[in-house]
């Protein structure tokens, strides 16, 4: 069933060919002759869009649409009217109509109408759920998210965060790895030794075994005073090592060696210095398969992976994107002083059918932006960054019965390529997987199609 519809007019028989039309296109219909009698069936049963007549006797479809639109704004109203003027359209629109139709309309145009009314009904009921949801509690210390893969992130800090063993936190770019190894820290029993980070991916090799394991004076140029490693800087606290997967080979069995003794040797020292610390680590690269082709050690990965988590991309994560969104929202308010409180109903449309591939940190930068540029006290679809604000579902039409939306074998082939490839993150080795093809067959159709899919953070 695409919908629950009631209509009213004072015309029995326009209703029944409504009727009977729309319920072959799968609507659930009942109809109503008067306002009065709508009224009543109204306040008993839930529909999903009330379509009225605007020429009928007694109370005007323009009255009744005001007195809908303001006892139920849940519901869309739209207004069916003989006259197809522009001062109709605009007469209804102002009393609150959700859209407006001619009767000389099409049942096709009309179902379409319709299915655009329920996705708007859908979509404040989804706003108003968010509403409610940001009164109560939304998540855990800087992390928020009401959806299971969320919540089931929260139960398991909760209940491995006062261990010392080791954990490793897998996920995409911007889900908020270092968030959760922070909770991780804040509450164990080290939460008031350091919590130290360290980007294994942004310090170049040379520097990197100094920076974790420190140096003696001398030890290379530059090195005019001792200096203590990261792993001592954090003792009897949390160190996260961050981007894990983009350690240098070289430097893998220094820090199992490290991570199984408890000792660090500085460069330039003979002397091994102990440390207690709890280890973290996170990557958005899959490390099964990287040890898999010999590209990080399998005992050292074992060392990490004694506790796994694995953070969900923001287009999983349904609800949560106008959650986090108007956390943003009121955060960059606050900081521009702009009395900006919510969005339009385009804006959390177009917030819930982005796909993220930068996820939450995307998110925030995207309403960082939208803040900074709006002149109205609700976002705008104008206000969004031009990607997107431009963005279009790349959707895959498989249940249609409409001619026009049908599409080739090539074009439904691309779509799912594109679509796949999108869901992956752009890892060409697990789209080709998932696809059944071999990369080469892979990259034969990215050519074929004109898919560009580079994303030079990632290595596949």
Known sequence: MRGRIIVIDDDQGMCEMIETGLKRKDFDVTWRTSARDADAILGQEEYDVVLTDLQMPGEHGLKLCRRLVSNRPDIPVVVVTAFSSMESAVAALRAGAYDFVSKSFDLDTLALLLDRAIQHRQLLERIRILSETVKGPIGFDN???????????????????DLDSSVLIAGESGTGKELVARALHHHSHRKDAPFVAVNCSAI???????ELFGHRRGAFTDARTDREGLFVQADGGTLLLDEIGDLPSSLQPKLLRAIEQRMVRPVGDIKEVSFDVRIIA???????????????REDLFYRFNVIQMVLPPLRSRGNDVLLLAERFLKEFASVTGKNVVGFSSPVAHKLLSYPWPGNVRQLRNCIEHSVAVTLHDKLVLDDLPEKIAGHTDSHLVLTTNDPMELVSMDEMERRYITHVLSAVNGNKTTAANVLGMDRKTLYRKLDKYGISMDNPSRED
């Open 143 to 161: 992390l928020a998210g009401n959806s299971p893969a969320m919540q089931r992130v929260f139960d398991l800090v909760k209940r491995v965060a």
């Open 204 to 210: 170049p090799e040379a520097l990197l075994e100094s």
């Open 282 to 296: 996170s990557t958005n690269r899959d490390l099964e398969s990287m040890v898999a082709e010999g590209n990080f």
